[in-house]
DNA sequence: CCAATTTCCTTGGTCGAACCAACCTTGGTG
DNA sequence: CACCAAGGTTGGTTCGACCAAGGAAATTGG
């Protein structure tokens, strides 16, 4: 991982950077969440179900930009392990509405400050102001409201 | 694609920020280069040939983070393509001296036009400075000088 | 009220990037 | 000379991102 000096025709470009920063967070991630015994996709998940309340598969999945079918294992995985209920609506039986459950909702708190840590550890070279800077720069770059 | 109102916890963490702006280019990079007929592993080892001139297998893949076992298959396309010469190298026979042809800085110039238009289409709703402020604070988080 | 279309979920894949381990040849060192 | 380190090659694994087909249930339109 030593990055001994780099193209400065690579370093100039930001898509090679996001990919590079992109690449670190992932690495830091995965051993945040194996430790934790969970997923990144788990967190997004219990997040949009805190926030937006019960809801189907589908819906749960745009909001958090996850595919259907990866949809269906993390919610196999999440169901198991207890932190959401899979129960089909009664209103529309092609849905599934999903639930947050009370030990989501603890297991929710406990990935955000695993997660949180991740972002320390990832932006330690940013002061407070820079990584708010950052972060508005990438959500308009992925025009989030 | 079409992302629904997406949870604030997660819209809160740069490290998911990130990954999904590197998807994005990921995605347009990925179009870009078949259309090339390239990959933008071979614009990043052209690039370090052109800064550093000749060199072996390792250094330049530590350069441009690239794994050794990926660098022996980008080098076969590179040869095949005749945009790079493998020759091993008479002072130290275990290596093999990397080197840019002709037609290899030609491809750099093409593969850089090409990827400096993703930039483009990446980053539309940032400003000229606005750009210049996120490369350097990427730059910054990986610690590049 | 029936037919066609759409939605949601499920299943079973593919693809590429990142990474790892073993091995061989060659170079350097004690 | 014996031993270890470095460069390269080969052959893998893993994981996230994606795609396609199909079944069940709802909706729409004639």
Redesign the interface.
Known sequence: ??????????????????????????R??GEAMTAAGGR?YH??IL??L???GPDSQV?IG????IDQSDMHAMLNELTTQGHVARASDPSDRRRNLITLTPAGRRR?EEL?RA??K??DD??N??SAD??D???A?????????
């Open positions: 991982m030593e990055m001994e000096e780099s193209p400065t025709r690579l370093r100039g470009k930001p898509s090679w950077l996001i990919s590079k920063a992109s690449a670190r967070a992932h830091l991630i990144a967190f997004a997040a949009a805190e926030e937006f819906r745009q909001r958090c930009g929710l955000d997660l949180s991740v972002q990832l932006l070279a940013l820079e990584r800077r950052l972060t720069l990438l959500t308009h770059v992925l025009a989030l409201t």
